[in-house]
């Protein structure tokens, strides 16, 4: 079998090689004359599939080492015999912790505390669910709004779910995690533009790691500059990796698309596709994987750190977006090198707390910490 496979997906080399003969590539350099003798694909969201690249080709599958899937032209690939998969949930855990390090920021710099905090969630699905567990073990008050989900699961649903204009209402932070669709009853392309953020009660942080075109470049800039909303912390852009200079300046916290980039959740996200190739083609081997490397400095002691700053040292030390931030905003335009360079971080529960005050210890225990 022939595998084209983007070079910038980590954990996969040596492993994929025991599939077929693979040739690697960034995933900005695929082109039809690349994949065209290839079976299958292993892809991350930089790449366009659709009729450009794919016409012709010997194609037989599409793996994406991601959760998101609209750089798949799904259509395209139903009605030309090229099956896709995903790899559902693989880095919802990554994305939890960007949130949280982002929220626990927010309160730093603005001096408020969560707990009086309302956030609104828009996508409860593998990522929205978990950001609302980390979200109420901070003592937020969440806020959950899925129509699609609300729709499906009708009045036997668990969870209870408010309507858009209750976010805008109630909500003091607002965070997207739906995919990007631009049709449907219930598309998002530009969910977030003049008319949502004109129709906001408690100028509320905008928070967009879902996908960028998500929110609109344009009206997250006037809102901001009329005082419509209070700040927004941007993971996804529209029209990334040409970011908008003036939004750049503009976010409270800016990083190149690496919400989902742990270590945890690349390994994971390479095993799926793995598995997905294998189903696929039936194949009966089991590979074996690079071990998720330990983080440089596991044991996080606490010693001498007020209780109250407790939590936001230990989730920072895990995870800290504003580094990154500052990077982006000096060399904006090495937006693709930041992503394709990533040092992968690790999740909570890689790391191991000492001398925690009692005040903190369920609150890091909640979130993933090892305690002792
Ligand atoms: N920044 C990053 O690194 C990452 C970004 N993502 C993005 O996050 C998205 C969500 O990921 P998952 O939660 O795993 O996907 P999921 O498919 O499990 O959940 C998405 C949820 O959004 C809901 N939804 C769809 N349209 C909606 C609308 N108009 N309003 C409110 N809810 C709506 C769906 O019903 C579903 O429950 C992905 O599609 C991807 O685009 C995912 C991983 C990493
Ligand atoms: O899984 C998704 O969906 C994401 O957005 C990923 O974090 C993006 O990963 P890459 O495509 O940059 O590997």
Not at 79 to 89: D, E, K, L, N
Not at 309 to 320: E, G, I, K, M, R
Request: charged fraction near 20%; charge should be negative.
């Amino acid at each position: 079998m022939k595998i084209l496979a983007d070079s910038h997906i980590p954990f996969l080399k040596g492993v994929a090689e025991q599939f077929g003969e693979v040739e690697y590539l960034p995933g900005n350099q695929f082109t039809r004359d690349a994949i065209k003798l290839k079976d299958a694909l292993i892809v991350r969201t930089v790449t366009h599939f659709g009729y450009d690249i794919l016409h012709g080709s010997s194609v037989k599958l599409i793996c994406s080492a991601t959760i998101g899937y609209d750089h798949i032209d799904t259509e395209y690939c139903d009605s030309h015999g090229i099956a896709w998969r995903t790899a559902p949930g693989c880095n919802a855990s990554s994305v939890e912790q960007y949130i949280t390090a982002s929220l626990l920021f927010l309160a730093r710099k603005y001096n408020f505390n969560l707990k009086e905090k309302t956030i609104g969630i828009v996508g409860v699905g593998n990522v929205g669910s978990k950001v609302a567990v980390a979200c109420r073990k901070l003592g937020m008050n969440v806020l959950l709004n899925d129509p699609p989900r609300e729709k499906a699961e009708g009045s036997n649903s668990e969870t209870e779910f408010v309507n858009i204009r209750t976010i805008q209402l109630e909500a003091d932070i607002i965070t997207f995690h739906t995919p990007l669709t631009k049709v449907g009853e219930h598309k998002t392309f530009h969910l977030v533009d003049n008319s949502f953020l004109n129709f906001l009660e408690r100028k509320p942080f905008i928070i967009n790691a879902a996908r960028g075109a998500v929110t609109s470049n344009q009206s997250l800039k006037k809102a901001l500059n009329n005082g419509n909303i209070s700040g927004v912390v941007l993971d996804c852009w529209e029209n990334e990796p040409e970011i908008d200079a003036e939004l750049l300046s503009m976010a409270e916290i800016a990083t190149p698309h690496i919400a989902g980039y742990s270590a945890d959740g690349k390994w994971t996200a390479t095993k799926m596709s793995i598995d997905n190739l294998k189903d696929h083609f039936g194949l009966d081997i089991t590979p074996v994987y690079q071990p998720i490397p330990e983080p440089k400095e596991p044991v996080i002691d606490l010693k001498g750190i007020a209780p109250e700053d407790q939590l936001a040292h230990a989730v920072w030390h895990s995870y800290n977006p504003m580094r990154e931030t500052e990077l982006l905003k000096t060399s904006p335009e090495k937006f693709y090198w930041f992503r394709s360079n990533y040092p992968l971080r690790r999740e909570y529960h890689a790391f191991t707390v000492i001398n925690s005050h009692n005040s903190v210890h369920q609150k890091l225990k909640d979130l993933g910490f090892n305690i002792i």
